[in-house]
């Protein structure tokens, strides 16, 4: 009669050891742990310092870890977000986001979006759209350009010079219009004002004929998880409009921010000033 083995029952024989350790790997990063080295990772996982860097040059060289500043901390990479992408955009924005922008677009009568960023791009997740004789090409999983949209640029709202070159190497960006920034500096700039304003109008930066209001939303970490916006079929609005539409987005940003448990610190409020050229 042949002896089993008893490791080798049940679910236990099923269980790829090295596959777990990875996963066990990507776990230990969290909320209180946003960065961590190899030294630290082999004390917590209890494995050799030779073990955790091979799986750490492996889940990097996949996209799921990345280095800080090039140095020998990691942070999770855009892969895991990837990953879950279909999980966060079906459960967290849009589940939450959804009835938020129809009730934005039934107020203002203008298309009303939540986008998020993958790399240099960004993604529509959720729009919703009056009724009007007007078609959009843009639907739910459009991907555009980061740098050269206005939503772009609030996703960015959090990263610094250096993780923006690092993000765009390049000496020149791609251009779409007159106002596409030409140089990461250059994005840099327009980042940092739109942050201390708290809200990016955009009139014809990606397309020449139409303009856009939006504003961050933030998660429980404080950190930009989404852009939520408006799009406006004009190559110009006018002042007194502009007001209205930017406390709009605003706040339903804001509302949407509070059901992802973000809550603010003592910051200022953002300030509804007039754009370069009006």
Known sequence: MTQTNPSETGADKYVVPALERGLRLLQE????????GAPELARRLELPRATVFRMLNTLEGMGFLERVDGGSEYRLGMAVLRLGFEYLSSLELTELGQPLIARLCDDISYPCN??????????YVAK???QSPLASSVRVGTRLPAHGTVLGRVLMGDMSLAELRGLYPEEHLEAFTANT?????????LVEADRARGYVLGEGFYEASISTIAAPVRDHS????????????APHVSPAKVEALVERVLATAQELSGLLNYRPQAQPQARILPMPGH
């Open 181 to 189: 920034p030409k140089t990461v500096v250059d994005l840099f700039h």
């Open 128 to 130: 919703v759209t009056p």
């Open 222 to 233: 404080g950190r930009i998880v989404a852009a939520l916006g408006t799009t406006i079929p």
């Open 114 to 123: 939540i986008v998020v960023r993958d790399n240099r791009s960004i993604i």
């Open 29 to 36: 990063f969290g909320r209180d742990s946003r960065t961590l």
